[in-house]
């Protein structure tokens, strides 16, 4: 899936450059007319003010106050989900290829059942029975009833990853591991799960994403104060620079998500380059079809990358 | 227990969340394609727009973006999308936003179809000297969506369950109706369940009735 | 290619993923250390984050606002320095929770005594009669009386109910927009989208009197509801007793007139008399 010589057409010769340069061109036009139009009307609205944007640029309170401390939260949030969330769906999805009816239907209901329900209500839920049943004190509960939610829902999902991932090896592994007289824990330990996590690692990071996206559900009604949630106090101070509160929160976000897809990105490089895959990928493609509940049709093998 | 949902139009406020997924959906699968089309177009500059799109959008909270239809387009750059009242207009806005979001997801689930059409056949449709446009309108992009119902499907139920952002913008669906009973009430978790089931309702059948389809339809190789 | 070796750098390589993006996080969580549920003086205190004049966090980590005031001065009497107040947010969506789970002592936090709510929670005061009331932008001359909101295009916070107030009662004719925060409401009464943005006149107030907005919006003054802003407390709390002492006396000292003077005062917003504690006004 990254850029390789496609067969969709031929290598462009020298008219079909010059018609690509040509589109090219009118498409840069477009999108300047675009940005202009849109600068332009900002302008117009007075919503480029210097007074809108200067706070976070000249007032360091904003990120000490608002926004770093939210930041944390949301890191924190998300991570933990990510360290709880990954080995129980790896655990459910390993459950749900269990030669045992019992042990796979229960676990297929389980993970149906989560992923059916909104996020936000299963994050309500937890804070409920966090209240009424434990004594965490408040200050923590709005985090551990977003992690809980978050765990939940993203745990069925992955499940569904690692399946997808351990579908998509080839047979003759589980066979060769087989004949060598492997157990079936053994088996899955050492021989598909290692080569499945290669396998896999596309659609585990664009869950990853998700995970970290999602936490912005819990400053929605937990009051769990994250990084979206910030913007309304900080707003609330500058004069409604609403537009430059959240301008700024996206573009936190794009770069929190988009280093951790490189990170993950690089990692899987890594992992690819000491030969120990079969070059099976399960793309996002693949675990969402095995994702809609009821029929479950096998796992395509993804193109090897 | 009940008697407190007496006044409340449930259903009127789901039929605008099933409206708002439909519209969407239809809007997200004509621009997704778009987008996919031009993720694997012969121009370089369309690639890098289509990779650039998909991966900002991709990676902002839906909430942002369906704010930015208000605050940014309506509000600021004038676009009310040909209608004059504000119910209108935030709804549109809203089919707009959700539209914007879900492709991205839409055009990744379709590209990956794309790859799934084996290459003989790709090469047969340039060896009789189809264009790139009609190798994909013709060829691969017909068999791409077949491979690619059961992703869509989970697309779809994500949708369904996104439409709620939509209140943010205050567009009268169930979660607007949510937060509205939940002031007024002061009874959270018993309102909460039961939107929680209404979604159950909406989605768990879409999945069902989806994932079917895709077994019909599915390309056999 | 040998097994085990292959688990082992998986691992080593999963395990890299997780610690290098908790190792601040779980440091981080680890150091929050749960709140003293004794009572060693400290208190708990629910207030808004985002309206000023009423409740807001200000970029200096501090609070400020009339309920802030009002509710450090109950504390006060209760026997609590203002520095052993903690404060927490209490979004409208949250109080009744709060309070009902006890996360939270008591909660100042623009909030209107209703009968319903009434049912789920105890109020203390009240301590301020507000007014549903709009928002306008300065130069608007068309909006005089209540009725010459037809037409207009008003705004308010989702889930609120003064909007449908206006809408059902008052000027059938008008369009609602709804938002998250009244934030965005103002954005757009900036932008000239919105001709009005309406809730109680004391939250209104205090947008107006912030520094960014002098001169630009004005109160409508129309008096559209009877807002009793009471202190919340957990049903059948012995706090609400003594809450009503406090609030007798702050009003009594003094204290209560100067912390409208100073919150909401400079939008011109004229106040109610001081309400008589236990009298909602209907």
């Known amino acids: ?305 | 227990m009940f008697d407190f949902l007496q006044g409340y139009d449930l259903l009127g406020a789901f039929w605008v969340t099933v409206q708002l997924t439909v519209y969407s959906a239809i809007g997200s699968l004509v621009w997704g394609t778009l987008l996919a089309a031009m993720r694997v177009s012969p121009v370089p500059l369309m690639r890098g727009f289509g990779t650039a799109y998909v991966n900002i959008v991709r990676n902002i909270p839906l909430t942002v973006i369906i704010v930015f239809t208000s605050l940014g387009l309506f509000q600021t750059l004038g676009v009310s999308l040909g209608a004059e009242r504000f119910t209108t207009i935030n709804f549109r806005l809203a089919v707009l936003g959700l539209t914007a979001y879900t492709s991205a997801f839409v055009c990744e689930a379709l590209r990956s179809g794309i790859n799934t059409v084996p290459l003989g056949q790709v090469e047969a449709a340039r060896a009789i000297g189809l264009s790139f446009p009609q190798v994909l309108r013709l060829i691969v992009l017909p068999q791409a969506f077949r491979s690619v119902v059961a992703p869509l499907a989970n697309v779809l139920i994500a949708l369904t369950k996104n439409t709620t952002v939509a209140a943010t913008i205050g567009v009268a669906e169930a979660a607007l109706l949510m937060r509205e009973m939940i002031e007024n009430e002061a009874q959270l978790l018993l309102i909460s369940a039961i939107f929680a089931v209404g979604f159950l309702c909406l989605t768990l059948p879409t999945g069902l009735l989806l994932g079917w389809v895709a077994k019909k339809v599915a390309v056999k190789r | 290619m040998n097994p085990l070796r292959t688990s082992r750098a998986v691992v080593a390589a999963a395990a890299a993923v997780v610690l290098s993006v908790t190792s601040t996080g779980l440091a981080n969580a680890a150091a929050g250390a749960p709140r003293d549920s004794g009572d060693n003086g400290k208190i708990v205190v629910g207030i808004k984050f985002d309206q000023p004049g009423i409740g807001l966090k200000t970029p200096d980590g501090k609070y400020t606002g009339f309920d802030v005031d009002v509710a450090t001065y109950v504390a006060k009497q209760l026997g609590h320095d203002p520095k052993d107040i903690e404060w927490k947010e209490a979004k409208s969506a949250d109080r009744e929770t709060l309070l009902q789970r006890g996360d939270v002592d008591f909660i100042a936090a623009s909030y209107s005594i209703t009968p319903k709510r009434a049912e789920k929670v105890d109020f203390a005061g009240p301590y301020l009669l507000a007014h549903q009331d709009v928002l306008i932008r300065a130069d608007d001359d068309s909006i005089k009386k209540p009725s010459d909101l037809n037409n207009k295009k008003l705004c308010s916070v989702t889930g609120s109910t003064s909007a449908q107030n206006v809408k059902d009662k008052i000027a059938p004719n008008a369009q609602l927009q709804q938002y998250g925060g009244y934030s965005e409401c103002l954005t757009g009464l900036e932008n000239g989208v919105i001709d009005a943005v309406t809730t109680d006149d004391a939250i209104l107030a205090g947008y107006a009197a912030q520094p960014e907005f002098k001169g630009k919006f004005k109160l409508g003054g129309f008096k559209m509801s009877n807002e009793n802003y009471g202190i919340g407390v957990q049903k059948g709390s012995d706090l609400k007793a003594k809450i009503n002492t406090a609030l007798e006396k702050m009003v009594a000292d003094g204290s209560w007139q100067a912390a409208v003077d100073k919150n909401l005062g400079p939008s011109g917003y004229q106040n109610e008399p001081a309400p008589k504690i236990g009298v909602i006004v209907q």
Request: charged share 15%.
């Open chain 1, 1 to 305: 899936m990254k850029d390789k010589p496609t067969v969709l057409y031929d290598v462009p010769g020298p008219r079909a450059r010059r018609r690509n340069v040509l589109w090219s061109v009118l498409f840069l036009i477009g999108l300047a007319a675009v940005v202009w139009w849109v600068a332009a009307s900002l302008a117009d609205k007075n919503q480029l003010a210097w007074a809108k944007w200067a706070p976070f640029f000249t007032d360091a309170r904003v990120w000490e106050t608002y926004i770093l401390p939210a930041l944390k939260n949301t890191v924190i949030a998300a991570a933990l989900s990510m360290v709880i969330a990954l080995p129980l769906g790896a655990f459910l999805g390993i459950l749900r290829l269990s030669d045992h009816i019992v042990v796979r239907s229960v676990a297929g209901s389980v993970v149906e059942f989560f992923r059916a329900i909104p996020v936000l209500i299963l994050m309500l839920f937890a804070d409920a029975a966090y209240s009424e049943f434990t004594d965490i004190s408040p200050d923590n509960r709005p985090l551990y009833a977003v992690v809980t939610g978050l765990v939940l829902y993203n745990a069925s999902v992955l499940a569904e990853v690692v399946r997808a991932g351990i579908l998509a090896l080839p047979t003759g592994q589980t066979d060769a591991a087989k004949a060598i007289g492997m157990r079936k824990g053994q088996i899955m330990t050492h021989v598909l799960l290692p080569q499945a996590v290669t396998a896999m690692l596309p659609a585990l990071v664009s869950q990853l994403v998700v995970i970290v996206k999602d936490t912005a559900l819990g400053g929605a009604m937990l009051g769990f104060s994250e990084l979206l949630a910030s913007v309304r106090p900080m707003s609330a101070n500058y004069g409604a620079n609403t537009i430059a509160c959240f301008t700024v929160v996206a573009v936190i976000f794009i770069a929190l998500n988009f280093a951790l897809t490189t990170f993950a990105s690089r990692l899987e490089r890594r992992l690819r380059r000491g030969k120990k895959t079969t070059g099976a990928v399960v793309g996002v493609e693949a675990v969402e079809e095995l994702a809609a509940p009821g029929e479950h049709p096998d796992t395509r093998r993804g193109p090897s990358g």
